[in-house]
Structure formats: C-alpha cells, structure tokens
C-alpha cells in the first residue's frame, strides 16, 4: 500500500524558513517522480515544484511564484522527499501536499501539513 | 502558462442528476488532462486521467471526454457521496496548472 506522510508543517513569521518532509512507502521511490502541491485556505490547488525520478536525473521543477525560494530534494537513504521554504511570505501559508506521479501527474497524494505564515 | 478556465465553479444539484463540468486550456494540451475529487479536509483523488481513462475502483458513473482545448466530466447519476470539489489538472507542459474548482452541492 502506497503511504506518503507529510510533516514539519506549523506557524512561522513571514521571512524566516521551513521544513517540509514526506516519508514515502510501499513503491519504489527512486521509479517515481514525485511533486509538492499547496491548497490555499478557500481557493484551489497549486503545483509548487517537482523532482523527477532517477531514470531522468532527480532533476526539478518549480513554480514562478516559488522559485529561487523552494527547493525539492530528495533522501533515498530515508524514502523520503522534502521541501526546503525560505524567505515565506503570507501568500505562501497553504496546505502542502507530496504527491506520488504516475506517470507524470499526481495519483497518490498524502493527508498534507498545514503552514501558516503570519507575525 | 496554460490556464485552466473551469466552469461552472459552483453547482446545485439533486442525487440522480446528470452532472457535467467543463475545462477549457488556454492553448492545446492533447489529452494531457486528469480530474479530481477533493472532499473537505481529504487530498483529493484522482477520477479520470488522459482526459478520459477510468481510474480504477472509480464507479462507472464518471466519465471523461476531449482533447486539445476542451474537456468534460461527467457524472451520469449523481450519488450522495459525489457532493465534493472537482477540479481539472493540465500536465501538458510547466508549470502544472489546476481549473478553479467546481463545488457541488445540494
């Protein structure tokens, strides 16, 4: 079974940094690309970034509004993928979801970890 | 970017009711087109991908159609667990673009 667990979510002041982490199991990580999607309080869905899978590099993807700011890496040791957030600003407090693609888009998504920037 | 016009982003509908909801690209996309599901306070879930294949263990009752520009989901009789937010998600090119929603209520 599919299992993608978000954490590291929480209140920070606008320009400081964050944290997120989803532990990834029950596929093959390295197989998947795998993505970062935000659900703003009352609006919709929007794709942060990317990290495609081993057979394309690892290499990433990233929404204007985030890049230079967000960075997606990856773990292997530990499944598992992460969202670096600095510089965050009140526009950037959202629900964050890691996704797992198959093949290019999101099918599997975990349950998300709230961030709220706000002073 | 390729925006995703969804409409109608809200509806009013009555169980066994035919359901169609609508999103348009701003350039053509092929069929490079999923919909979503999302429930308040769950991820949403993947219904249809390729602008028209069933995911599996989704009920028949959904459907998708279209390629290039316009495309539809269609909920042929509508059930009380599809009262949700659906949403359209373009992949044909970067950045990955959603529709606005469409929320359906009774």
């Known amino acids: 079974e599919v299992q993608l667990v978000e954490s590291g979510g929480g209140l920070v002041q606008p320009g400081g940094s964050l944290r997120l982490s989803c532990a990834a199991s029950g596929f093959t990580f390295s197989d998947h690309y795998m993505d970062w999607v935000r659900h703003v309080p009352g609006k919709g869905l929007e794709w942060v970034g990317r990290s495609r899978n081993k057979a394309d590099g690892y290499t990433t993807e990233y929404a204007a509004s985030v890049k230079g700011r967000f960075t997606v890496s990856r773990d292997h040791s530990k499944n598992s993928l992460y969202l670096q957030m600095n510089s965050l600003k009140t526009e950037d407090t959202a629900v964050y979801y890691c996704?797992?693609?198959?093949?290019?888009?999101?099918?599997?998504w975990g349950q998300g970890t709230l961030v709220t920037v706000s002073s | 970017d390729i925006q995703m016009t969804q409409s109608p982003s809200s509806l009013s509908a009555s169980v066994g009711d035919r359901v169609t909801i609508t999103c348009r690209a701003s350039q053509g996309i092929r069929n490079d087109l999923a919909w979503y599901q999302q429930k308040p306070g769950k991820a949403p879930k993947r219904l249809i991908y390729?602008?028209?294949t069933l995911q599996s263990g989704v009920p028949s009752r959904f459907s998708g159609s279209g390629s290039g520009t316009e495309f539809t989901l269609t909920i042929s009789s509508l059930q009380p667990e599809d009262f949700a937010t659906y949403f359209c998600l373009q992949h044909n090119s970067y950045p990955l673009t959603f529709g606005g929603g469409t929320k359906v209520e009774i």
């Open positions: 996704t797992r693609d198959v093949p290019y888009h999101p099918l599997d």
């Open positions: 390729a602008a028209s």
